[in-house]
């Protein structure tokens, strides 16, 4: 399993709430054509991406971490509406506690300019690892739903 980054900018009509408060049982399309444009992120999704991965959610104008989902889908990059699939809500994890680019994100180099700034980005293994802990200290009355969340993780 993999960890990945969707990163989504509020300004553009949408956020991560309405995933978090759908109230579908379903698996929730994420992202279009349209919407990802990326030539990384849509190199990603097409060849990386596999159902199972973990996604942080992440709002970039707002620089906080919001939740963790699972993909319901491997990633692709054209021909079927959404790019990817995210669990149905109710499995996902909304942080009671989000946390803020800075301090708590700043040793990732996804939150950062330097790894570029498409939607989709990946977190190496050492730093899931540091983040991990981190959501752990500050969200504690949700570590079993964390841990039920990323038992399979890298």
């Not at 990384?40 to 942080?56: A, C, H, M, N, P």
Request: hydrophobic letters at 35%.
């Amino acid at each position: 399993m993999k960890v990945w980054v969707f990163k989504i900018n509020t300004r553009r009509g949408w956020e991560f709430d309405e995933y978090f408060r759908s109230r579908g049982r379903g698996h929730y399309p994420m992202g279009d054509e349209g919407w990802i444009r990326s030539a990384s992120s849509l190199r990603y999704l097409r060849e990386d991406v596999k159902q199972g991965d973990i996604f942080l959610c992440y709002e970039v104008d707002r620089k906080q971490l919001l939740g963790l989902a699972r993909a319901a889908s491997d990633g692709r990059d054209a021909g079927l509406g959404s790019l990817l699939d995210f669990c149905s809500p109710h499995e996902a994890v909304r942080l009671e506690n989000p946390l803020r680019r800075k301090p708590e994100l700043d040793h990732i180099l996804a939150f950062s300019p330097h790894r570029g700034r498409g939607t989709v980005q990946r977190i190496d293994t050492d730093e899931f690892a540091r983040l991990r802990q981190i959501i752990l200290r500050k969200n504690p009355g949700q570590r079993r739903a964390l841990r039920r969340l990323w038992s399979n993780a890298i």
